[in-house]
């Protein structure tokens, strides 16, 4: 099956750092990624959509200029937390989709803010 | 905000019974999918059931879907203790691009 990375796994920074994630599809060309936030026992909540070579687009509520997302190539997308602040504390995931086939998911980044 | 909806929140059962997860959703779909979560872990994906199946089967996993009450249910058979995760029913609603609105998810956990 379809296999999406991403790294690191976990971090933490200290409050007023920015932290890059990295998403990968790594056997097959994803032309959309999505990444999502998961709070401490809730679900998933779409951040953002980005598909290669363009802007991404943002979910109602968050800010663009906060989380960067770069999607520059067909098997690589980032998401930049600028100025991180605990409440930024999250589990963060990315999928990968080819066209309109199904999602895959990252195993999800733990971004603890201290 | 979330789509979907899932009941219960919580599920305590025994090894061998059958866990019943259920998942309602407010507009028109295309599809309809379950993933399940293991603690601190990536999404796996279960099953996905088109807007126009009424029921589909994968091993000890059964998912109806009816489209007229906007819901969904996901069966686990003879449950093992490895089954113990959350589970979440994904919509892929009409017209949004085939981006995926998750239900609230069930936290199931089968006791030896």
């Known amino acids: 099956g379809a296999v999406v990375s991403q790294h690191p796994s976990r971090v933490i920074c200290k409050s007023g750092t920015s932290v890059k994630i990295e998403c990968r599809s790594l056997?097959?060309?994803?032309?959309?990624m999505f990444w999502y936030r998961q709070f401490p026992k809730q679900s998933l909540m779409l951040m953002a959509t980005s598909n290669e070579g363009s802007k991404a687009t943002y979910e109602q509520g968050v800010e663009k200029d906060k989380f960067l997302i770069n999607h520059a190539s067909l098997t690589l997308s980032t998401l930049t937390v600028t100025s991180a602040h605990p409440e930024d504390s999250s589990f963060y995931i990315c999928?990968?989709?080819?066209?309109?086939?199904?999602?895959?998911f990252g195993p999800g980044t733990r971004l603890t803010v201290l | 905000s979330q789509q979907g909806e899932e009941d219960p929140q919580a599920l305590s059962i025994q090894e061998g019974e059958n866990a019943t997860m259920n998942c309602s959703y407010k507009?028109?779909?295309?599809?309809l999918q379950w993933y399940r979560q293991n603690s601190g872990r990536g999404l796996v994906h279960l099953i996905l059931i088109r807007s126009n199946e009424r029921e589909k089967h994968s091993g000890r996993l059964r998912v109806t879907l009816d489209t007229s009450k906007k819901s969904s249910s996901l069966l686990i058979t003879a449950s093992r203790a490895a089954d113990t995760a959350s589970y979440f029913c994904?919509?892929?609603?009409?017209?949004?691009?085939?981006?995926?609105?998750f239900g609230e998810g069930t936290q199931l956990t089968v006791n030896p």
């Open positions: 999928s990968a989709r080819l066209v309109l086939k199904t999602q895959y």
């Open positions: 994904a919509t892929d609603a009409e017209g949004t691009g085939s981006r995926l609105t």
């Open positions: 056997d097959f060309q994803a032309t959309t």
């Open positions: 507009t028109s779909i295309n599809n």
